[in-house]
C-alpha cells in the first residue's frame, strides 16, 4: 500500500538537514544514515550515504535516476551465497 498524496513523500528529517548542512559547507564526505525508509528527494543528488545493512553500512552514490526510490533498496540485507553444490563425495555415493 502506498502513502497518501496528501502527505507527500517520506523524508527523514535528519537525514535532510544533514544534507542541507552539508550543502551549505562545501563537504563531500558521506553521510552515515539507519533510515532505509526515507525516500529520495532531488536533493540527494550527487551525495554520498553510507546506509545500514543490518551489519555494516553500504556506500550508496545517488544519481538522478534514483530519484523517488527508497535508500534501502540499493543496500540489500541478503546476500545469496549459492544453491547446495555437487561435491566429490555425494558423487561418488551414487
Do not use: C
Not at 8 to 29: C, F, N, R, T, W
Request: charged share 25%.
Amino acid at each position: 500500500m502506498s502513502r497518501s498524496t496528501k502527505k507527500g513523500p517520506y523524508i527523514d528529517e535528519k537525514l535532510m538537514k544533514k544534507v542541507q548542512a552539508q550543502k551549505a559547507s562545501g563537504k563531500k564526505e558521506p553521510i552515515k544514515t539507519w533510515a532505509r525508509s526515507s525516500q529520495i528527494p532531488p536533493e540527494f543528488v550527487g551525495h554520498t550515504f553510507l546506509v545500514h545493512q543490518g551489519k555494516n553500512f553500504v556506500s550508496v552514490y545517488v544519481s538522478e535516476s534514483m530519484v523517488g526510490q527508497r535508500l534501502g533498496e540499493f543496500a540489500p540485507t541478503r546476500i545469496f551465497r549459492a544453491h547446495g553444490k555437487v561435491t566429490e563425495k555425494s558423487t561418488a555415493k551414487t
